[in-house]
């Protein structure tokens, strides 16, 4: 039995094992770079244009060493192929394609070939480390673990968790807080990713889960589901607001976070540096929660636009400076709590804003409809917007409006279908002379000041439309139709109508394919 010089067999075995328990990975996995190390060596003896291949016994240790060929019908390269007919000495049923094995003698190895099979083996075994740290904490990503820090590099934190190494980069530490070798840290796995030197862990404590994951472990309710918390935004080391809410209607879910005398609040406010904390009860009602979002500020009236996920929250004169916080604190963090967009301005401010809209609607009418200001003013008190309202609602939405007959209502509609109509016309003559195309005027929910304001920003024909996508027409901030209260949907519906032609030659056959189908029909009918 041929075997490789200078190493006790058994010996062999042993030291697998013992750097298998040392590492903590499989004796197998050691064994194996033991394998590749020796199949390095075996290839500067015997020539690197070989494939060599070792293989150690797992039971007595033995080493055997093999070249391997591939067996080919012409032979090109000595080293690596061989001839069906050689290959048949030895092996009777070998095929082409076949792989055979040639033993080779035993080895010695010299001090280069030894160093160089140790630093093979180091690695092998470091690699295999490292991958049983991926395996280890990549599906522990969101748990909040305990080390102890190892040092600081550049302001990064770098912590030992025992079995492997984790990072606090220094933009995931809370400002101002400073650590130094041996304190003992708390943090959460914010991302485990394979990079080139290894897995790397990544740690945070700036991250909101880092706060739900604190309070989960100071809450009972929490940990055990019966209070949830529904989320969390923080500006690191200053303030955070968290909402919770209870699927025990017995349960308080705000007093059971606070706990006896503040105690379950302060364990989490001291990990955090002294970080206030909101604890705000959840509610599914969008401006109830808002209103507690905003909290300590008093809220006098909120304004909803569900389209956009927006708000106007009025607050009393007094309240503003509280509602917004120090540097906007407060109304952003409420923002990121909430997830929707907050405006909030004073009583003074939206009644002046009001009494504009107001005055705004009234100057319309008066124009519109040829009326004079007490009608028209009365027209907006009762809620009409726009001349379309006031053109196509049912008549008998004026039955409540004092002074208002049928005679009066039928000639205030008729005026105002002639004044859409005028302004329908002289929007068409203004769309033809921007060039806007009859094909793009065609589309349905298209009006014709939407047409004209579409010229003015350049979008004349269906390809132009096409190219756009929803928010450019809608957007609140910059969309082009952004003065028609246009919805998600109309905007969608009136793109893919100006797409609809890019289609059609889908449905068309190529250009002599139906004559091409007649003459195979009469073919086939002769």
């Known amino acids: 039995m041929a075997t490789a010089v200078g190493a006790n067999r058994l010996e ?45 016994d797992r039971k007595n240790g033995d080493i055997r060493l093999y070249r391997l060929q591939e067996v080919v019908e012409e032979v090109e390269n000595p080293a690596i192929q061989i001839s069906l007919q050689d290959a048949r000495l030895d092996k009777d049923d070998a095929e082409i394609g076949d792989m055979v094995a040639e033993e080779l003698p035993p080895i010695d190895f010299g001090r280069v070939a030894a160093q160089t099979a140790k630093q093979v083996i180091v690695q092998k075994v470091r690699d295999a480390e490292r991958e049983k740290q991926y395996d280890e904490f990549k599906d522990r990503v969101g748990e909040i673990i305990n080390g102890v820090v190892k040092r600081v590099e550049y302001g990064n934190v770098v912590v030992d968790m025992g ?76 303030r955070a607001k968290i909402a919770v809410t209870s699927r025990d209607s017995g349960i308080d879910p ?26 705000i009860q959840w509610s599914a009602d969008p ?49 990121q709590l909430t997830d929707w967009q907050i405006d909030i301005m004073t009583e003074e401010d939206e009644s002046q804003r009001r009494q504009e809209e107001f005055t705004r609607r009234t100057e319309r009418f008066v124009k519109a409809l040829d009326v004079d200001e007490t009608l028209a003013q009365l027209l907006v008190a ?21 002074g208002f007959d049928e005679d009066l209502v039928a000639e205030l509609q008729a005026r105002a279908r002639d004044s ?52 450019e027409l809608n957007s609140s901030a910059d969309g082009i139709l952004r003065d028609y209260a246009l919805s998600d949907e109309q905007a969608n519906d009136i793109i893919m109508a100006a797409r609809a032609h890019w289609f059609d030659d889908e449905d068309v056959a190529p250009e002599g394919a139906a004559e091409e189908e007649t003459e195979n029909e009469v073919v086939t009918d002769a």
Do not use: W
């Open 382 to 402: 009762e809620g009409f917007s726009n001349i379309e309202e006031v053109a196509y609602v049912d008549a008998a939405e004026f039955a409540g409006i004092d």
């Open 420 to 471: 859409l109509e005028a302004a329908e016309a002289q929007a068409d003559s203004r769309r033809v002379e921007l060039g806007v195309s009859d094909d793009l005027s065609a589309i349905e929910g298209l009006t014709g000041p939407m047409l004209v304001t579409l010229g003015e920003a350049d979008i004349k024909t269906l390809d132009d439309l096409g190219d756009l996508a929803a928010d």
């Open 254 to 279: 705000v007093g059971a976070c606070v706990g006896m005398r503040g105690s379950r609040v302060q364990a989490v406010v001291n990990e955090l540096q002294g970080e206030k904390i909101d604890i």
């Open 163 to 238: 079995r492997a190494e984790a990072v606090i980069r220094r933009d995931q530490l809370i400002p101002r807080e400073h650590f130094r070798n041996g304190d003992r840290v708390r943090a959460y796995i914010h991302d485990v990713r394979r990079e080139q030197r290894g897995p790397q862990i990544f740690l945070s404590r700036t991250a909101p889960e880092f706060m739900t994951g604190l309070f989960t472990q100071e809450v009972p309710e929490i940990y055990d589901g019966v209070i949830e918390v529904k989320s969390v935004s923080r500006d690191p080391g200053s």
């Open 287 to 335: 401006a109830t929660f808002i209103i507690s979002a905003l909290a300590p500020a008093t809220v006098t009236k909120v304004v909803l636009d569900d389209d956009v996920q927006r708000i106007e929250v009025v607050v009393p004169d007094d309240q503003l400076s509280l509602a917004i916080g120090r540097r906007g604190q407060n109304v952003r963090l409420a923002t």
């Open 12 to 56: 062999l075995l042993q030291i697998a094992d013992a750097v298998a328990r040392e590492k903590g990975i499989a004796q197998d996995v050691v064994l194996e770079a033991m394998e590749e190390a020796i199949q390095k060596a075996a290839r500067s003896r015997y020539g690197s244009e070989n494939e060599i291949r070792a293989h150690i």
